[in-house]
């Protein structure tokens, strides 16, 4: 795992760059999370293919544990990739909702993270 640092506007923003899986539980998310609030980081950026697929599926409630975790700590997330593929109504309209609390951000690119935190 590689965290690249990023600053816009005096945050410091962590993107976790790794070639496997980061985030298989929520204990996961909550150790990434203390490692990037240790490491002085405001915000994250980490992308889809690190992170379990059962993450996606709402019933498992990994999603909501984890972002639950980043909103009480105020840690601002993002979460790279293409979810067009997740055809559940549920979890769109949890994606949806979670786009606007602009605390959470699902987008479908780097720039697009970086541009969300800068605003």
Not at 24 to 49: A, R
Request: glycine fraction near 6%; hydrophobic fraction near 40%.
């Amino acid at each position: 795992m590689i965290i690249k640092s990023h600053h816009i506007n005096d945050i410091k923003i962590a993107e976790v760059v790794s070639d496997k899986m980061i985030i298989q539980s929520p204990q996961d998310g909550l150790d990434l999370m203390g490692n990037i609030y240790y490491g002085g980081f405001d915000k994250v950026i980490i992308y889809e293919k690190d992170i379990t697929p059962a993450f996606f599926d709402l019933k498992t409630k990994i999603a909501g544990e984890i972002l639950q975790k980043f909103s009480n700590y105020r840690i601002g997330l993002a979460i790279v990739g293409d979810f067009s593929k997740y055809e559940s109504k549920s979890m769109k309209d949890f994606i949806f909702e979670s786009n606007k609390t602009r605390h959470v951000n699902f987008v479908e690119t780097l720039e697009d993270a970086l541009e969300n935190f800068s605003k």
